[in-house]
């Protein structure tokens, strides 16, 4: 193996470790943003959803 080959790796490595990063991120946080959302629903219920009158 010369170090070339190492090099590839290395960067292959380092790519997939900031895909994962990045996917982590994004469930972690659209998971945190929901809990608010629901947070907000429940404390504030004027400004929950209501039905429209007919």
Do not use: C, H, W
């Amino acid at each position: 193996m010369n170090p070339s080959d190492r090099d590839e790796q290395k960067k292959v490595k380092n790519i997939a470790a900031i895909v994962y990063l990045l996917v982590l991120g994004f469930l972690v946080g659209g998971s945190y943003l929901q809990q608010q959302r629901t947070e907000t629903a429940d404390a504030s219920p004027e400004l929950a959803a209501k039905p429209q009158p007919q």
